[in-house]
């Protein structure tokens, strides 16, 4: 449907990145302005087919919060 609405905008996110690299949590900083949007990319990091490279403290993977931007555009 957003796709449909031609919707686009910027999705910004904090991203919680477990010590294995999964993603732990996922809470919208600021939205798109389209639920539709923010609910996409929140699912989509939440469903496990993202794999990151989890922070370390002294050599060891820790459990950090990084912040993202997803941005929505039509080409």
Known sequence: ASLRNEETGITTLAVLIGADGTVADVKIEKSSGF???????????????CKNKPGTVDGKPQQSWTKVQYVWKLD
């Not at 949007?37 to 469903?47: F, I, T, Y």
Request: proline letters at 0%.
């Open 35 to 49: 639920r539709g949007l923010d609910n996409a990319v929140r699912s989509q990091l939440l469903s496990g087919a």
